[in-house]
């Protein structure tokens, strides 16, 4: 009897301990699909910038396929508050346009910058004072939007994306006001509207409208105003996308290829991932790492002069945890700052959408 009850035990426990099995490999095949919909899912752009248009442009030949959306970096302001295109730019436009409707690329949208050009030459960048001017009255709000309209149309932009940076508080209120009134127009003429949010906006008290797609900046944790580190990490990333679900209707999520050297005697130098890349196989003594918490390369050489420098910079790899770390937060609207000397592996990557 104690045997046969030995036995009977003994099958029960088998047939849980199969049906168990049975239960993880349907919840590993539905897991499996469900990244294949995400995958498939994916909506991805990027920035082209006047600086780096001719690396820009070689970069977009190769991964157009796969990008829904292209943004020229393209539009600042001169002393007068109006819109200002650089030589550059110029020169960069028609092949810009040529290689994204060759590629496939269905939307080329116009990036405006509050960056000023003045008459000697000089730059300065991310003027709130501009934002202020444009904002000072009605008229001057509808003098700005009756130019973006118009040089929209005349260059052929599919959709304007406003960059606006280092927002005063006090002109919060007003801009998105402005925003509203931007995208209602830009609508009725078949344009779209995207706005960048800088990780610092105060998101959670702004009466955002709805209507405009929300591009939140998930980078410049560490950079030119910090010590070494990743442009990024995995908890910066998730807490961002937490804060962002307050945001109104479409929202994407922006990562910055690339990274810095920083100098021990203090100095910070911003690296394209070719630039990093080539740094590191130049080093005969550096070995490089991969942070566990941003997925990041970093590494240690000493120049010719025996300073030392720490170089964090993000590769195809990292992209590729930061995308997954978004999509597990719910957003699979991704742009990419920017095209222009990303590795090739990189580039494969974006080529057959291996994230």
Not at 23 to 32: A, C, G, L, S
Not at 150 to 158: H, I, M, N
Request: aromatic share 12%.
């Amino acid at each position: 009897m104690t045997r046969r009850w030995v036995y009977i035990m003994a099958a029960v426990i088998i047939v849980i301990i199969a049906g168990i099995i049975w239960f993880y490999r349907q919840e590993n095949e539905e897991q499996t699909i469900r990244a294949v919909d995400v995958e498939q899912d994916l909506e991805m752009s990027a920035w082209v910038v006047d600086w780096k248009w001719e690396s820009g442009v070689a970069d977009l030949q190769q991964i157009s396929r796969n990008l829904d959306r292209l943004q020229a970096f393209a539009a600042y302001f001169d002393s007068e508050n109006h819109l200002y295109f650089t030589d550059d730019m110029h020169k960069a436009l028609p092949h810009i346009f040529q290689t994204a409707r060759k590629g496939g690329v269905k939307y080329v949208d116009l990036t405006i910058v509050n960056d000023r050009w003045n008459p000697d030459g000089t730059a300065v960048q991310k003027d709130p004072g501009i934002v202020s001017r444009i904002l000072a009255t009605r008229e001057s709000q509808e003098q700005h939007i009756e130019e973006i309209i118009d040089t929209v149309e005349r260059y052929g932009f599919d959709g304007v994306e406003m960059d606006f940076e280092k927002i005063g508080d006090a002109d919060w209120e007003k801009l998105c006001i402005f925003y509203a009134k931007l995208y209602e127009r830009l609508h009725a003429k078949g344009k779209s509207l995207r706005v960048i949010l800088e990780p610092r906006t105060p998101i959670e008290r702004l009466a955002l409208p709805e209507g405009p797609v929300y591009v939140m900046m998930a980078y410049n944790l560490f950079g030119s105003h910090s010590g070494p580190g990743p442009k990024a990490d995995h908890a910066f990333i998730r807490k961002l996308a937490s804060r962002m679900k307050v945001l109104p209707g479409e929202a994407a999520i922006a990562f910055s290829v690339g990274g810095f050297d920083w100098t021990d005697g203090g100095g910070v130098t911003s690296l394209t991932e070719k630039q990093a890349a080539e740094l590191l196989r130049q080093s005969r003594t550096a070995v490089p790492m991969r942070d566990k918490a941003s997925g990041s390369l970093y590494f240690s050489y000493k120049d010719e002069e025996g300073q030392k420098h720490t170089v964090w910079y993000a590769d195809g790899e990292t992209i590729s945890q930061w995308i997954h770390i978004a999509q597990q937060s719910g957003y699979d609207n991704i742009v990419l700052w920017r095209l222009g000397e990303f590795e090739q592996g990189t580039l494969n990557k974006l080529k057959k959408n291996h994230f």
